[in-house]
């Protein structure tokens, strides 16, 4: 089945810092979508980015298909972004169907 | 402003007692689905319904049951619940635009199981 790996694990910043979050793939994926948890909190919908380079905010998602892998920039980081960034991928499954990573927490110290 | 609602947000229940979570959206999608976060296992889809009374199983169906009647809810049910239930439930709507979609989550349910 679709396997969705992302790195790093955890990573540490001073505010200002910017974050480069990483996903990777095992199949083809006609649907990708970033996604933000805040401790003991919902998923927030941040970006939905099957192929190419979109932006919103501070956020910047570059998607390689051919490459099986995504990308999510994070630009001048806030203490407020702290939380887990999952990545969620559609395997053309024709079912709406999402498989997620298992997330990167994200730090940001003041 | 779009929104997926769920009730209740906290509940205990003890073993064996049944457990009705329900989830509701204003927004007219066709999708819903029901997961389960738990450490270290992430995301699991326990089912997914694609409209009214068309309900699939996801990859973790079992010990549960759903039942959509009208478009806008959608509830999963644990008939006579266990303590490996325990775990922060989350519903999830969307629709689609053309080939893409994005999925919508509500704010949980925290089950407790004793």
């Known amino acids: 089945g679709q396997q969705v790996q992302q790195s790093p694990s955890s990573l540490v910043l001073q505010e200002g810092e910017n974050a480069e979050l990483q996903c990777n793939f095992s199949s083809t994926a006609t649907q990708l979508q970033w996604f933000y948890q805040s401790p003991g909190g919902s998923l927030v919908s941040l970006l939905s980015n099957p192929s190419g380079t979109k932006h919103t905010g501070r956020l910047t998602s570059t998607t390689v298909t051919k490459e099986r892998r995504s990308s999510l920039h994070i630009s001048s980081s806030q203490t407020t972004d702290s939380g887990t960034y999952l990545c969620?991928?559609?395997?053309?499954?024709?079912?709406?169907?999402?498989?997620f990573g298992k997330g990167t927490v994200l730090l940001v110290s003041p | 402003d779009m929104k997926v609602t769920q009730m209740p947000r906290y509940l205990i229940k003890r073993m064996g007692e049944n457990v009705l979570l329900e989830c509701g959206q204003d927004?007219?999608?066709?999708?819903m689905y029901w997961y389960r976060q738990d450490p270290g296992l992430g995301l699991q889809l326990i089912y997914i319904s694609y409209d009214v009374d068309s309900n699939s199983e996801g990859d973790i169906p079992k010990g549960y049951r759903v039942s959509r009647k009208k478009r806008e809810h959608f509830s999963l049910i644990l008939d006579s619940a266990k303590t490996n239930q325990t775990s922060v439930y989350f519903c999830?709507?969307?629709?689609?635009?053309?080939?893409?979609?994005?999925?919508?989550f509500g704010p949980g349910t925290r089950l407790t199981v004793l």
């Open positions: 969620a991928i559609d395997q053309n499954s024709g079912y709406n169907k999402l498989t």
């Open positions: 999830a709507s969307s629709s689609r635009t053309g080939s893409s979609y994005e999925q919508y």
């Open positions: 927004m007219s999608h066709e999708t």
